[in-house]
């Protein structure tokens, strides 16, 4: 019986033993859930489709620190946004703002929409054009006049 026991404590022990990732997190529990708030809200560089507050990247822990001191030190969430802008560009906003510099990634979407469905279209009028309807001749007609009767009658 204590066989058995030590074979399952020993089947058991890398389960117990293993340890999670520990987070960063702020002393104030307020902080720490504003700045999370705001790091969603600011794109990770280096992992591009993942928010600063999610992203597990090196430069995004760093940008998290920057966020806790500088709310540590009294900034609003405004002048840490503007400060993260200033240092790395409009492309670290996931919502960036429509002015002269972003216009071209918000119009893109829509552009490149219109351009598909145009080329759909004129792919499907081409193909269409393409393809010649010829008539059944008299016994063709015949023979799938009696194809269909004949599934009719299993019916």
Same mark, same amino acid.
């Given at each position: 019986?204590? *066989? #058995? #026991?030590m074979?399952?404590?020993?089947c058991?022990?890398?389960?117990? &033993?293993?340890a999670? +990732?520990?987070? /960063?997190?702020?002393?104030?529990?307020?902080? %720490?859930?504003?700045?999370?708030?705001?790091? +969603?809200?600011?794109?990770?560089?280096?992992?591009?489709?993942?928010?600063?507050?999610?992203?597990?990247?090196?430069? &995004?822990?760093?940008?998290?620190?920057?966020?806790?001191?500088k709310?540590?030190?009294g =900034?609003?969430?405004? +002048?840490i946004? /503007?400060? !993260?802008? @200033?240092?790395?560009? *409009?492309?670290?906003?996931?919502?960036?703002?429509?002015d002269?510099?972003?216009?071209? !990634?918000?119009? =893109?979407? #829509?552009?490149? !929409?219109?351009?598909?469905?145009?080329?759909?279209?004129?792919?499907l009028?081409k193909?269409?054009?393409?393809?010649? %309807?010829?008539?059944?001749s =008299? @016994? @063709?007609s015949?023979?799938? =006049? /009696?194809?269909?009767?004949?599934?009719? %009658?299993?019916?």
């Amino acid at each position: 019986m204590m *066989k #058995f #026991f030590m074979i399952a404590l020993l089947c058991c022990w890398p389960v117990l &033993s293993h340890a999670g +990732e520990a987070k /960063d997190v702020a002393d104030d529990p307020a902080i %720490e859930k504003r700045m999370m708030h705001l790091a +969603e809200k600011v794109r990770c560089l280096v992992c591009q489709s993942e928010p600063v507050a999610t992203s597990h990247s090196e430069w &995004s822990s760093d940008v998290r620190a920057i966020m806790r001191e500088k709310m540590k030190a009294g =900034a609003t969430d405004q +002048e840490i946004m /503007d400060m !993260l802008v @200033e240092r790395f560009g *409009k492309s670290v906003l996931y919502d960036p703002p429509i002015d002269k510099e972003t216009i071209s !990634l918000w119009l =893109a979407p #829509f552009i490149l !929409l219109l351009l598909g469905g145009s080329v759909l279209i004129y792919q499907l009028r081409k193909r269409k054009n393409l393809i010649a %309807e010829t008539p059944l001749s =008299a @016994e @063709e007609s015949q023979r799938a =006049a /009696d194809l269909l009767n004949s599934t009719k %009658e299993l019916q």
